[in-house]
C-alpha cells in the first residue's frame, strides 16, 4: 500500500486553523538555499530542480533499480525556510522581499542514504540538465520544538496568521528560537485562487 503523508503524517504536515505545539524529530531532505523575492525566475528553477530529484528518488523501481528498503510513496510537499538578510534586520529596513534569504526543500523517505542521495542527483542532472541542480544539497534537519498553525489565503496575508501564532506564544511564554520560519505548501499558486491557498505556517520555540 502507498505510503500517503497526508494520512500517516497530520499533525506534521495537516494542521487545523489553529495554533499547535509538536516537535518534529531529524527529517532528510533535498535543498536548496536562496535569497531574493521569490516571484523571480530563480525561485521557479530551483523548485523544479528540487522535484526533478525527488521524483528521481520516487521513480528508481520503474527505471530498474529498487534500494534497500524502498516502499511506495506520495512525494512530499515543497517546504521552504524564511527570513531577512542580516543588513536587512541589522538596518531595520521596511519589509522588502528583494532582503529575504531561504532554504527550500523536500522531503525524503528514511531509506534515502546520502550515498543514494548523491547517486540520483547525478542521475538525475544527466537526464534533465539545469544550471540549478549543481545548488541542491542532501541534509538531515531536525526543526524540534514548534507551534504552527495553517493559514487559509494569499501568502501576502500570512501576517494575520502570525499574528495569531504571536498571541499564542506570549500566552504560554513561548520563545522563538529564530526570526526564521517554515511554510510548507499544500497548494500549487498556478492551479488554486489565492484566498482558497493552504500553507502550513510554522515557528521554533522554546
Known amino acids: 500500500m ?7 503524517e497530520k499533525d506534521c504536515y495537516l494542521p487545523k486553523a489553529k495554533p499547535m505545539e509538536l516537535t518534529i524529530p531529524k527529517q ?8 531574493g ?24 523501481p520503474k527505471n ?13 510537499p515543497l517546504e521552504g525556510y524564511w527570513t531577512l538578510s542580516d543588513e536587512a534586520i541589522a538596518e531595520g529596513r521596511a519589509f522588502d522581499k528583494a532582503d529575504l534569504v531561504y532554504k527550500i526543500m523536500i522531503r525524503q523517505p528514511d531509506f534515502v542514504t546520502a550515498e543514494l542521495a548523491q547517486a540520483n542527483l547525478e542521475a538525475v542532472a544527466k537526464k534533465k540538465p539545469n ?16 507551534v504552527q498553525m495553517l493559514h ?19 500566552e504560554r511564554q513561548l520563545e522563538r528560537t529564530t526570526l526564521a520560519h517554515k511554510e510548507i505548501y499544500l497548494s500549487d499558486p498556478r492551479k488554486v485562487a489565492p484566498e482558497k491557498m493552504k500553507t502550513v505556517l510554522r515557528y521554533f520555540v522554546k
Open 152 to 170: 487559509l489565503g494569499s501568502y501576502d496575508d500570512e501576517f494575520k496568521t502570525f499574528e495569531v501564532m504571536d498571541h499564542y506564544c506570549s
Open 131 to 146: 544550471a540549478y541542480n549543481q545548488k541542491v544539497k542532501f541534509e538531515t534537519i531536525e526543526d524540534g520544538k514548534c
Open 2 to 8: 502507498k505510503y500517503e503523508w497526508r494520512k500517516k
Open 37 to 60: 523575492d521569490p516571484n523571480g525566475p530563480d525561485f521557479g528553477e530551483e523548485t523544479a530542480a528540487l522535484y526533478a530529484m525527488s521524483y528521481g528518488i520516487r521513480m528508481m
Open 64 to 76: 530498474g533499480i529498487t534500494p534497500d528498503g524502498y516502499f511506495e510513496y506520495t512525494v512530499y
Open 28 to 35: 532528510k531532505f533535498y535543498t536548496i538555499s536562496g535569497k
